[in-house]
Nanobody, 123 residues
């Protein structure tokens, strides 16, 4: 079992930055691919970014060049650095862990989920 706890969300103006953290407990993070998803009001939850066990990263097109996912296996923590934030980035952001090597954009590939953290970007 893996427990995931997100933090770092909040209210920020358009153009600003936030760094989300996802702390894992129960199992060492190095055994998992890790990902971030988000769900905006009235919309389906969608893929944002993922990082393979070997730290190769993938991003959804709308966040490429603005968001960076990284992992610190020694701290059992995954991060999502979000720069140049836009109002359309407003959502609840979820951390997820997959026992597969690389994860997937499909939510079905992810075995564990955090409770989410709210990010609100004002215009």
């Amino acid at each position: 079992q893996v427990q995931l706890v997100e933090s770092g969300g909040g209210l920020v103006q358009a153009g600003g930055s936030l760094r989300l953290s996802c702390a894992a407990s129960g199992r060492t993070l190095s055994r998992y691919a890790m990902g971030w998803f988000r769900q905006a009001p009235g919309k389906e939850r969608e893929f944002v970014a993922r990082i393979r066990r070997d730290s190769v990263t993938y991003y959804e097109d709308s966040v490429k060049g603005r968001f960076t996912i990284s992992r610190d296996n020694a701290k059992n923590t995954v991060y999502l650095q979000m720069n140049s934030l836009k109002p359309e980035d407003t959502a609840v952001y979820y951390c997820a862990a997959s026992s597969s090597y690389s994860g997937s954009i499909s939510q079905q590939a992810w075995d564990y989920w955090g409770q989410g953290t709210q990010v609100t970007v004002s215009s």
